[in-house]
């Protein structure tokens, strides 16, 4: 009589996943000469408002921040991302915090919880 219905949780994870793949195949189309993991002990990757990065750039970490100019695509998997200043690129995120505010962007695609 009753229809079981996936759980909530399952529709975030399938939905996470299908935004990893569809990051993935976005940046595959450019190499990215840069990937950070976070390793110092807050566990944060930044890029400060001075700073220019002149490539594409993947980070995995805990927290995400910056306020620079990054010249290509970036793709950040985080639990906090605040993305402020310029991406020439796309910007693809997935985590549970998401602030984007950019002056200068081509396309956002962003996955949170």
Not at 16 to 25: C, D, Y
Not at 41 to 55: A, G, L, M, R
Not at 68 to 97: M, R, W
């Amino acid at each position: 009589m009753f229809k079981k219905v996936p759980s909530i949780g399952f529709k975030l994870i399938f939905i996470g996943f299908i935004s990893v793949v569809l990051g993935l195949l976005l940046v595959s189309h450019t190499k990215a000469a840069r990937f950070e993991i976070a390793d110092n002990n807050s566990h944060t990757f930044i890029v400060t408002e001075n700073e220019t990065i002149n490539d594409n750039l993947i980070v995995i970490g805990q927290d995400f921040e910056t306020k620079g100019k990054i010249s290509g695509d970036l793709l950040v998997v985080a639990n906090n991302i605040d993305i402020e200043g310029e991406v020439d690129g796309n910007v693809t995120a997935i985590g549970t915090n998401i602030k984007i505010d950019l002056k200068k962007v081509k396309n956002v695609y962003a996955v949170s919880d």
